[in-house]
Nanobody
């Protein structure tokens, strides 16, 4: 059974950085299209960074230039490096896996992690 486990969340001041990790177990990272999503209190879940065509990544506008997705296939781990954090980045962050390219449609991702809380103080 495929499981995704996020880590790396916490409390950080505005302008700081955090790197989130998502470890895939029960499966191989390279077999999945991996995305990052987040959900702030009282808001719907939204995409942060999702796979696009030809191995590229599609970032939501509010995080472009600040967030970067990377992966270590040998460790079966996906990362989300987040710099210049803002209070509006406060949310629970999730990684998700799909078996095909599904873009930013959260409902189309099949596997989800439990989420990791990130709080950015002003």
């Amino acid at each position: 059974q495929v499981q995704l486990v996020e880590s790396g969340g916490g409390l950080v001041q505005a302008g700081g950085s955090l790197r989130l990790s998502c470890v895939v177990s029960g499966g191989t990272l390279i077999n999945y299209y991996m995305g990052w999503f987040r959900q702030a209190p009282g808001k719907e879940r939204e995409f942060v960074a999702v796979p696009a065509w030809i191995g590229s990544t599609y970032y939501r506008d509010s995080v472009k230039g600040r967030f970067t997705v990377s992966r270590d296939n040998a460790k079966n781990t996906l990362y989300l490096q987040r710099n210049s954090l803002k209070p509006e980045d406060t949310a629970v962050y999730y990684c998700a896996a799909a078996l095909r390219l599904v873009g930013d449609r959260a409902g189309a991702y099949y596997y989800w992690g439990q989420g990791t809380q990130v709080t950015v103080s002003s």
